[in-house]
């Protein structure tokens, strides 16, 4: 089928639907192609587990993160391999089902725990990187002039520098620590939203609908705020989507250079770091970590991806652009 | 051509002359007095006055940025205050390995990722597809961290006494040493001249190096040591490349003249390669050009891993240490690298696409 049939298809569904009597609102229409995408769905099942983990965590979890079971626990040993009774681990030791780690803490716990720093992690750094990238896009966009030039460049220089290493010198300045990174990871983010901001409004600014707004005698930040930023949400929301599992990352990779999260922090990449020379004793320390992070990043990487095919019809089911 | 040429090189100089700004601003701006840093907390007050009026600390901030670019037009880095030697020499030792580490890491992701890519298009919503597409999810949800010490676990301990063995950390098994191609030619050089710093810095490209040295046994230990750490850093830019490779060829396969060609009868393998790709490839370059930010970002957490003494594990340990020279132009260096990789990039479009000459 051809792009123009498949418009022609679709268009003939959505009116089908529309003489059905039902009124279908974006974000149904959305919710329900987004069910209908597999990805999607094993996506969003990724984090409703996140989710409730992050919550559950003090009833899911047997231990307190940083609780040392020295003394608890007859016969424990540090960095004992995982224990699961079920699986055929003699009845008499303690049961771990990941383990124990180089503090003799149980692992599944702080694995649990970890669950809500990376969730944390994720939105906050998003959230202030939204807030600030869509005002400086906003204003770029719409003031143009040396405004717009002026921020763009900023936004272009910072975009010159490979996000990682921009965020590992802004944490050298900063003195590392978990606040200091996700600051980090926010300012590095910013761009990207700036430049999707700017590129909607520079679209809308000149339809009939702004105009009218402003012969209405409406200021700008309303202009901005009603009539330029809904139509700039579904661009952020996928992009904001995919920035998370890229914040995730970055978080966990600053941890793990030491400049983030600081032990005994449960927090994934720090779990990682303090353990890595052990990758030859203890592999399950190194492994367990690393593989609830990658699940993490998968699921808001399916989202988004799932995300951005429910929200621009145009795109149809199977192209996919890259936003960068 | 000439034109675009021109003009796309002088929009890159704003941008240029902003990272020489951040990266300046940023040196300066990290916490703690450089004197204690270096000179110990038992410095006095006379070691350390002296120690700031030599290296112009005191001087004001716009003053110090004036020499700084002076300087750095001139290719003067300073010394580096932890070696006590000049940051130039340091650069030259660390950045083949981290230019071999990237190139290696790159040719893999372009060389597994566009056939990847094309075969999910060409296969397309069959479980070859289904698969591929999983698989690159996967690949740009992982750490590179992580998989690099699960990739050094798995083939320096598991496949231990096996065919398959990897060494998970160096550039070379001691005792081996690559003997510089001027050693091996028997020439005489002057060893502060700059002609000696550019002939060092292309044998410490051991892969170069020991290819026009013909040392077989050198290459062969340096291209093994280079497998572990070049896949882990290409993990993500192979699944970006063969995501992108897919749906771009999957866009143009519906166009109306990849029909008409296959109504006339050109056989399905031209019209894929002829036809398809080359239109196809045009956002696959970009993806390439821009994958390579993430590749030196990566190149920091991979030299860390394998213990590879590259530009990225010296940014890093310059960081830690607060040498300021080395952290200005390490920086300096990767981000002036990114910016020409795509300025190339955007230029290899008139050669690709007769469009953009046009406009």
Known sequence: ?324 | MLQYTVRRLLSSIPVLFGILLVTFALARMIPGDPCTAILGEKATPEVCERFIRERGLDRPIYVQFGIYMQDVLQGDFGNSIRFSRPVSQILVERLPMTIELSLAALTLAVIVGIPLGMLSAMKHNTATDVVTMVGANIGVSMPVFWLGLMLAYLFALVLKDTPLWLPPSGRLTAGLSSIPFYDAYGWTLAKDAAVFKLLNFFANLYVFNSIITADWKVLGDTLKHLILPAVALSTIPMAVIARMTRSSLLEVLGREYIRAAKAKGVPHRTVIVKHALRNALLPVVTIIGLSLGGLLGGAVLTETIFGLAGVGRALFEAITSRDYPIIQAFTLVIAFGYVVVNLIVDLSYTLLDPRVRLQ
Not at chain 1, 152 to 177: Q, T
Not at chain 1, 285 to 309: E, K, S
Request: proline share 6%; aromatic share 6%.
């Open chain 1, 1 to 324: 089928m051809t792009a123009s049939e498949r418009v022609v298809a679709e268009g003939g569904r959505l009116d089908a639907e529309a003489l059905g009597g039902k009124p279908t609102s974006l974000w149904r229409t959305t919710l329900r192609r987004l069910f209908q995408r597999r990805s999607a769905v094993v996506g969003m099942t990724i984090l409703g587990i996140l989710v409730a983990a992050a919550i559950l965590a003090p009833v899911i979890a047997p231990f307190a993160p940083d609780q040392v079971l020295i003394g608890l626990e007859e016969g424990i040993k540090k960095r004992s391999g995982p224990c699961i009774h079920l699986l055929g681990c003699p009845a008499d030791q303690p049961e771990h089902i990941l383990g124990v780690d180089g503090n003799v803490r149980d692992y599944f716990s702080r694995i649990v725990f970890g669950s809500r720093f990376s969730l944390i992690i994720g939105f906050t750094t998003v959230g202030f990187a939204v807030v600030i990238g869509t005002a400086l896009g906003a204003l770029a966009g719409y003031l143009g002039g040396w405004v717009d030039n002026a921020i763009m460049r900023v936004m272009d220089v910072l975009l010159a520098f490979p996000s990682l290493l921009l965020a590992i010198a802004i944490v050298s300045v900063l003195g590392p620590g978990l606040i200091n990174a996700l600051l980090a990871i926010g300012i590095v983010t910013i761009p990207a939203f700036a430049r999707v901001m700017r590129a909607s409004v520079l679209s809308v600014k000149e339809t009939n609908f702004v105009a009218a707004s402003k012969a209405l005698g409406a200021g700008t930040v309303r202009i901005l705020l009603v009539s330029v930023l809904p139509n700039a949400v579904t661009p952020l929301i996928v992009l904001g989507t995919l920035e998370v599992a890229s914040a995730i990352l970055s978080a966990a990779a600053l941890s793990f250079l030491g400049l983030g999260a600081q032990p005994p922090t449960p927090e994934w990449g720090s779990m990682l770091s303090a353990e890595r020379n052990q990758v030859f004793t203890a592999p399950h320390l190194v492994f367990f970590p690393g593989m609830a992070i990658t699940l993490t990043v998968l699921g808001f990487n399916l989202l988004g991806d799932g995300l951005r095919d429910a929200l621009d019809p145009r795109l149809g089911r199977e192209s996919k652009v890259e936003v960068v």
